[in-house]
């Protein structure tokens, strides 16, 4: 089962843009789809978006579409998200899953998880 490091996380102004990266050990990472969530202070965990096995198709919530892109190096065992035009809104701590089965936001189908990093974007 691989295992999740989520980075580069940090604080941002509103308007700014971030790139966070999900990397997986193990040689079973190209045969995930991978997805990433956040979760703000006393709020659920919340899909953000996902990435099919191959790479080739995405899905995201519509509240960063547009804005966020997700995107994969099966080389390198990796995932990023690529966040632009921050808003406050956007502050949580982000994390990045994978699943067998999907890539989309039902969050019961996500079996590994990485412990998050946080994001705050200041007004």
């Known amino acids: 089962q691989a295992q999740l490091v989520e980075s580069g996380g940090g604080l941002v102004q509103a308007g700014d843009s971030l790139r966070l990266s999900c990397a997986a050990s193990?040689?079973?990472?190209?045969?995930?789809?991978m997805a990433w969530f956040r979760q703000a202070p006393g709020k659920e965990r919340e899909f953000v978006g996902g990435?099919?096995?191959?790479?080739?198709?995405?899905y995201y919530s519509d509240s960063v579409k547009g804005r966020f892109t997700i995107s994969r190096d099966n080389a390198k065992n990796t995932v990023y998200l690529q966040m632009k035009s921050l808003k406050p809104e956007d502050t949580a701590v982000y994390y990045c899953?994978?699943?067998?089965?999907?890539?989309?936001?039902?969050?019961?189908?996500?079996?590994?998880w990485g412990q998050g990093t946080q994001v705050t974007v200041s007004a």
């Open positions: 193990g040689r079973t990472f190209s045969t995930y789809h």
């Open positions: 899953a994978a699943s067998r089965t999907t890539f989309g936001m039902n969050i019961n189908e996500y079996h590994v």
């Open positions: 990435i099919t096995v191959a790479g080739n198709t995405e």
